[in-house]
């Protein structure tokens, strides 16, 4: 196996950050299977393989993150995050899990099935208002008042290289890809996917996939610096992000072979799809790279084999039914 450590790559993780995320997750994280559908392949006009981060504990990859970042942390030591969801019921059980408390900071449009289940695994919530507050600035507020340990959404090393695992896992179940995708928000599950995969297929076509109105990164790919928009009306609330992540953003350009765009209606699309027509309950943002597919925006030929990364399946079932009926 090829490795690749920061000293070689002289960016914030490497590979040997992510193979040593996996030793730390081994027999606490759940391997997720890699999944195939017939008619996915007859649509998209390839082999899609879909790693279900859906099934992961909380329901989503954020786990890999947080319980790789709180593990290491001195026994006891209470943390403090700020999410929308998914990474705020990873930190809550990560942190129950290792025996610490956990304060997280939630916008007060978050879906509340994510919001009471953040609570279920024993976190205290702090509401914000995400159009006029900075969850940045009141989460390291919140942890300084309270000495608590930060663990942000995307913005950490050990973060990021949880994150990576996943990739590291469905590279080791289906070794032989052209491309590999998965949703991009502050970056962080990209940068360690990207990472694994760089490293150890150097010639494998990288691609993070966004919503057409949530295309921060797009843009800032595209600039080839950091660019900052408005709040966006994304479908998508994992991805509702305004700017890439400062550590996530140069990894992405190093390794990323480009940005794509999907529309809310060809996520919702994709959701329906997959529901219905594969089995598989995901929510909007674990849609996005597969609408990517089905929508046919990779740049690769008939037959590709790609790897797509189903980021997480924590949709309010009130949605799933909307999307259902169309």
């Known amino acids: 196996m090829q490795r690749t450590d920061r000293a070689t790559t002289r960016l914030p993780m490497g590979l040997d950050d992510v193979l040593?995320?996996?030793?730390?997750?081994?027999?606490?994280?759940?391997r997720t299977p890699v999944l195939t559908s017939r008619t996915l392949d007859k649509r998209a006009g390839g082999r899609i393989f879909l790693k279900a981060e859906n099934?992961?504990?909380?329901?989503?990859?954020?786990?890999?993150?947080?319980y790789n970042k709180i593990s290491s942390l001195p026994p006891g030591t209470g943390v403090a995050s700020y999410s929308s969801g998914n990474h705020a019921?990873?930190?809550?059980?990560?942190?129950?899990?290792?025996g610490s408390s956990a304060v997280i900071v939630m916008p007060e449009d978050a879906?509340?099935?994510?919001v009471e289940a953040t609570r279920g695994y024993g976190a205290e919530v702090v509401f914000y208002d995400r159009y006029r507050e900075d969850r940045d600035?009141?989460?390291?507020?919140?942890?300084?008042?309270?000495?608590?340990?930060?663990?942000?959404?995307?913005?950490?090393?050990?973060?990021?290289?949880?994150?990576?695992t996943a990739a590291l896992e469905l590279l080791e179940d289906?070794?032989?890809?052209?491309?590999?995708?998965?949703?991009?928000?502050?970056?962080g599950l990209m940068a360690g996917c990207a990472t694994v995969a760089r490293a150890l297929f150097p010639g494998l076509q990288i691609f993070g996939v966004e919503t057409d109105s949530a295309n921060d990164t797009y843009l800032s790919f595209r600039k080839g610096e950091r660019v900052t928009i408005p709040p966006p009306p994304t479908i998508a609330d994992g991805i509702?992000?305004?700017?890439?992540?400062?550590?996530?953003?140069?990894?992405?350009?190093?390794?990323?072979?480009?940005?794509?765009?999907?529309?809310?209606a060809e996520v919702r699309t994709t959701v329906r799809f997959l529901a219905l027509r594969a089995r598989i309950v995901v929510e909007p943002t674990g849609a996005v790279p597969a609408a990517a597919v089905l929508g046919k925006h990779l740049p690769l030929g008939p037959g590709a084999r790609?790897?797509?990364?189903?980021?997480?399946?924590?949709i309010e079932p009130s949605q799933l039914i909307d999307i259902r009926k169309g």
Do not use: C, W
């Open 306 to 314: 790609v790897g797509v990364v189903l980021s997480g399946g924590n």
């Open 111 to 114: 879906p509340e099935q994510k």
């Open 89 to 98: 019921q990873a930190v809550a059980l990560a942190a129950a899990m290792v």
């Open 20 to 30: 040593e995320a996996a030793r730390r997750l081994d027999g606490v994280g759940i």
């Open 174 to 187: 289906v070794p032989s890809l052209d491309a590999l995708l998965t949703p991009v928000g502050g970056g």
């Open 137 to 164: 600035e009141i989460g390291r507020k919140l942890a300084t008042e309270r000495g608590l340990t930060l663990v942000p959404p995307y913005e950490d090393p050990l973060v990021m290289a949880g994150q990576g």
């Open 55 to 66: 099934f992961q504990r909380g329901g989503a990859f954020k786990f890999r993150g947080a």
């Open 240 to 264: 509702r992000l305004t700017t890439p992540g400062a550590l996530t953003f140069p990894i992405l350009q190093r390794h990323l072979t480009d940005m794509l765009l999907v529309s809310d």
